[in-house]
């Protein structure tokens, strides 16, 4: 029973991470697309003025580069 | 960071990016597409951004009224102001001569597949894949029904309470949540797990505590908190 129980995670284990595997892949190269795309915006003048414009563009640049 | 902060940037500013930046990143939006669908990817990328914007706003006010005055830990101080900027026009504007080159896009790639980070999160996500296989098996169902379920009033905001500790980045957490789900957890109680998780995770919450004090750390995990019960709650509605 046990022995079935670990063949069975083994087994589920392998299967998902085998599908998840492309999917990170791809999560690195959106990655480094955003981060060529992004480095455009190094500059930090226009911080100067906060708004809703400036909170959603700092947001997106969030969203776009991990911490 | 440090330098945006030491340079003036406003507290409303760094709060936005503060926010949004822990959670979501490509490598999570692909992650929680594969595991939990694109629902729930997009979902988490709009409460982000809705998150981001809604601190900008949160702490601006806060900020007017002196609430956030002397909030940086020395040595560091905001002495020094921002660079001035000329005209208006001080918007981010594209230039034209920073376009993505095919030669650095594929050396970028590269670097990102090859460095120690992707390495580690490879083996975190082997990992906590076998454990969200072995939380399948070895956890009733029913108790993850009876605290997670559609049913329970309490749900989100007790996942998004207990993602406060339990997350430790997104290669770990989704496949865990991905169980959860499968074994009776709400979308909207996944959801807030993960936004609440993602924000206070140990690399975003010991950067903060190096670099700021009490009120604006309290500020953000009241707000990562409040944000995910509510985009949790609006996912809930939305997507039953």
Known sequence: MAFESATVIFKDSAIFFLRLLPYLIAGLFVGAVLEVALSRYKEIGWLKHPGTRAYMMVSLLGVGTPL | MIPLLTAGVPWALMMCFLISSPLNSPNTFFLISGALGYPMAIAQIVAAISMGVTSGWVTSLLESKGYLNNQLRSPLSRTSPLPSVSGENSFPAKNPSSKPEAKTLGRVFWRSLCRAGTRRLVRQLAIFVFV?????ILIPTAWITSLFGKDQWYSIPLAALLGIPLYVNNASSVPVTRTLVEGGMSPGAALAFLLAGA????????GLLVITRGRI???YVTLIFLGAVVFGSLYSLLCP
């Open chain 2, 132 to 136: 969200a296989s072995a939380i399948k």
């Open chain 2, 199 to 206: 924000g206070t995770s140990l690399p975003a919450m010991s």
């Open chain 2, 217 to 219: 750390v309290t500020l």
